[in-house]
């Protein structure tokens, strides 16, 4: 089963947890290699499959389960990441799994700022020896809310420069979100480069026949 994953390890500039988060959610959308899209979210088993190959976003990630009520969090949280997605990369075009069912973005901003409220966090100062001072967030009270923890990781890597990266891939079929890894990159992954460029050929000789 093709989950996305490969988009991930193939990209040579560094990616940061935040942005591997946020593009890891929103590739929980992707083609089912059928000609349609699938979704890996439709059920409290496939949100707690996830969450567990995820260990960053929770403390004990590995004995999760998740419940009806916190998948329905996830997957509306999604679909506001999803929204944003699709504005980050304008003037281009959306994933073509979003063209025609994108939320307005004032909708899409307040869903994913009401989630990251689930655990509110203030910002601490790290400065060891031989080192430059750090800032990170801490919650400010213990808690392992999954949807704060996706909403804080997207947060960040939409506030952060990595977003001027974000492309929608438009190959045949393909209806993934990547971070462009080269100023030529047109495509999520190689296999998606062949598939474009194949229907371009095929394309080009219809209209020369």
Sequence with gaps: MDTG????RHMREPISRDARLALDLALTVRHDANGGVADDLTEPAG???WVRTHPEVLPDAGRFTADAAQLAAVRDLRAAVRALFARAVRPGEPSPADATRLLPVPEAVRRLNEAAARI???PVLDWPEGAGP?????????GDDLTAALAHAVIVFLASPDRDRL????????VRYFLKDHPRQEWCKPSCG????????????????
């Design 5 to 8: 994953r490969p988009i991930i």
């Design 47 to 49: 949100l707690t499959a």
């Design 120 to 122: 509110p966090t203030v």
């Design 134 to 142: 750090d800032v990170r967030r801490q919650p400010v009270r213990a």
């Design 167 to 174: 492309r929608a891939c438009h190959a045949p079929r393909c």
């Design 194 to 209: 062949n598939r474009a460029r194949v229907a371009r050929h095929h394309q080009r000789h219809r209209t020369t026949v």
